[in-house]
């Protein structure tokens, strides 16, 4: 049985960061669910079409990280055949062997509510929209707003919206170096694995 770890949280909290570092950590397979929905919004056209016929190039477009595909991906997001269609995708992803960390909005909620482990990742808006726009090298008040927008848009959707599962730890990183927040992430494995 493979080891499944389930990272959700909002926009830029920091979930990215700690999975990448779990994943090498433990030598665990790693998948960006959010590139899914960013690869889907990018496509244009028909969303649900593009989420059925997603091939891994999608994946690799350069553009992926931008506000306005982030943006994209939000509202494509909300869209239940969209959400759907890459369901089969994350779960047999989340069943390779020795174990996988998937990060999301939906992972312990809705794609691997039997994961080992669940974090919930959280930070303040205006450290998000610091941390979001150095990574991205866009302006800092116009990334906060479109982090806001989207945050927003994520919860209140119908579909799987963006909340913490019951049994999830919730690592607030606001006041955390990435070092610090990845050692109370390790923290929380290696007490289950
Ligand atoms: O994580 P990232 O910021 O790349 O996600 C982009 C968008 O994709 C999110 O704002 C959200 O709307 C959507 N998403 C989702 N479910 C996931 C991952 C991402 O709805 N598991």
């Known amino acids: 049985m493979p080891f499944t770890i389930a990272i959700d949280g909002p926009a830029a909290s920091g979930k990215g960061t700690i999975a990448r570092a779990l994943a090498q ?24 079409r593009a989420a059925r016929e997603l091939t891994p ?14 943006q994209a991906a939000s509202r494509v997001a909300a869209i239940a055949e969209v959400r759907q269609a ?3 995708f994350q779960r047999s992803f989340a069943m390779k062997e020795p174990g996988a960390v998937l990060d999301g909005r939906d992972i312990g909620t809705v794609i691997c509510p039997g ?15 610091r941390r979001r726009a150095a990574e991205i090298d866009a302006d800092e008040a116009e990334t906060l707003a479109a982090l806001r ?14 909340r913490a599962a019951d049994d999830a730890v919730v690592l607030d990183t606001t006041y955390m170096s990435i070092s610090e927040a990845v050692s109370r992430a390790i923290a929380e494995v290696e007490a289950r694995y």
Do not use: W
């Not at 190039?57 to 982030?70: F, I, K, Q, V, Y």
């Not at 994961?115 to 929209?129: G, H, M, P, W």
């Not at 927008?149 to 963006?162: I, V």
């Open 86 to 88: 890459l369901v089969e």
């Open 115 to 129: 994961a080992q482990l669940k974090l919930y990742v959280i930070a303040s808006d205006q450290v998000r929209a």
């Open 57 to 70: 190039a999608d994946l690799e477009r350069p553009d992926l990280r931008s506000n306005e595909t982030g």
């Open 25 to 48: 950590g433990f030598s665990f397979h790693h998948l960006d669910t959010g590139l899914l929905y960013r690869a889907v919004g990018a496509k244009g056209g028909d969303p649900v």
């Open 149 to 162: 927008e989207r945050d927003a848009r994520d919860m209140a959707r119908a579909t799987a919206p963006l």
